[in-house]
């Protein structure tokens, strides 16, 4: 299968502003690229492009004062399976953990282990270990919390999803995210590009997607507790701890968001 992909997004800034961005889709998937998948700028921007600790493909800018445009579009190919459900997976011991995963075992800004341990110990202990207890916690989740375009909140936490019991993709995987991290499963924070490909057209514009991996059977899993279904075609672009570490972009000064397009869609074979 293939898949058109792409945004534009524009910035207005009343100083020049430098800017971090996480826009380009990860390395793990640049080699089903079928184009060229490159950030291009509607004004003289020189960018310099870097990976970060997490391995994610990220980039710095100076946005000059006024209204700059990011844009990128590209073809990859897809299998056009649904995600892998890794029924059999076990939950390894702390102790034989990778070092570099360990990390994602600890609470960040939005995922607020020391608020929801008491919680997810009272609730899950009593699931087997492994995927069982990842797929009871992202069913809690998914019944937990209302998705609401509306409730949106970039300060919400995931006790505060736990506690508003609403919000966006990004609050089903916080949650989720933090719940697996209080029962001592490895647990990291993913957004990408995910379209209506093989489900109901969703009426809401186009937006980029959360959801969350988790570390079992010495690989890491997909998981999405908003859709608590396999998917099929998503496309990553970064992960990390939580949505501080994956966001598009982090100004350093002031910088309204005034455009905002996503574009995902199936390219059918003629």
Same mark, same amino acid.
């Given at each position: 299968?293939?898949?058109?992909?792409?945004?534009?997004?524009?910035?207005?800034?009343?100083?020049?502003?430098?800017?971090?961005?996480?826009?380009?889709?990860?390395?793990?998937?640049?080699?089903?690229?079928?184009?060229?998948?490159?950030?291009?700028?509607?004004?003289?921007?020189?960018?310099?492009?870097?990976?970060?600790?997490?391995?994610?493909?990220?980039?710095?800018?100076?946005?000059?004062?006024?209204?700059?445009?990011?844009?990128?579009?590209?073809?990859?190919?897809?299998?056009?399976?649904?995600?892998?459900?890794?029924?059999?997976?076990?939950?390894?011991?702390?102790?034989?953990?990778?070092?570099?995963?360990?990390?994602?075992?600890?609470?960040?800004?939005?995922?607020?282990?020391?608020?929801?341990?008491?919680?997810?110990?009272?609730?899950?202990?009593?699931?087997?270990?492994?995927?069982?207890?990842?797929?009871?916690?992202?069913?809690?989740?998914?019944?937990?919390?209302?998705?609401?375009?509306?409730?949106?909140?970039?300060?919400?936490?995931?006790?505060?999803?736990?506690?508003?019991? *609403?919000?966006?993709?990004?609050?089903?995987?916080?949650?989720?995210?933090?719940?697996?991290?209080?029962?001592?499963?490895?647990?990291?924070?993913?957004?990408?590009?995910?379209?209506?490909?093989?489900?109901?057209?969703?009426?809401?514009?186009?937006?980029?997607?959360?959801?969350?991996?988790?570390?079992?059977?010495?690989?890491?899993?997909?998981?999405?507790?908003?859709?608590?279904?396999?998917?099929?075609?998503?496309?990553?672009?970064?992960?990390?701890?939580?949505? *501080?570490?994956?966001?598009?972009?982090?100004?350093?000064?002031?910088?309204?968001?005034?455009?905002?397009?996503?574009?995902?869609?199936?390219?059918?074979?003629?």
């Amino acid at each position: 299968m293939k898949i058109r992909a792409g945004f534009h997004i524009g910035y207005e800034c009343t100083q020049p502003t430098p800017m971090l961005m996480a826009l380009n889709i990860h390395p793990s998937r640049r080699v089903d690229l079928l184009s060229d998948q490159i950030l291009t700028f509607d004004r003289q921007i020189e960018a310099s492009n870097y990976t970060d600790v997490f391995g994610n493909a990220c980039s710095r800018i100076v946005a000059p004062p006024g209204l700059t445009t990011i844009s990128t579009e590209f073809e990859i190919y897809d299998s056009g399976q649904p995600d892998i459900v890794p029924e059999g997976a076990f939950q390894h011991a702390i102790n034989d953990l990778p070092n570099e995963v360990l990390v994602f075992l600890l609470g960040s800004r939005y995922c607020d282990t020391d608020r929801l341990a008491d919680f997810a110990w009272a609730r899950f202990s009593s699931t087997p270990l492994g995927w069982q207890r990842v797929q009871a916690i992202c069913d809690f989740v998914h019944n937990h919390i209302t998705f609401n375009y509306l409730k949106a909140d970039p300060l919400r936490t995931a006790y505060g999803g736990f506690t508003d019991k *609403t919000g966006v993709c990004r609050d089903f995987a916080h949650l989720a995210t933090t719940l697996c991290r209080c029962m001592n499963i490895p647990a990291r924070y993913c957004t990408g590009y995910l379209g209506d490909i093989g489900v109901p057209a969703d009426p809401n514009p186009m937006d980029f997607s959360a959801w969350f991996q988790v570390y079992l059977g010495g690989h890491w899993h997909t998981v999405d507790a908003r859709h608590n279904t396999p998917r099929i075609g998503r496309i990553l672009m970064a992960t990390g701890r939580d949505a *501080t570490d994956v966001a598009l972009s982090t100004a350093f000064g002031p910088a309204t968001l005034s455009r905002f397009e996503v574009i995902t869609e199936e390219i059918q074979q003629s």
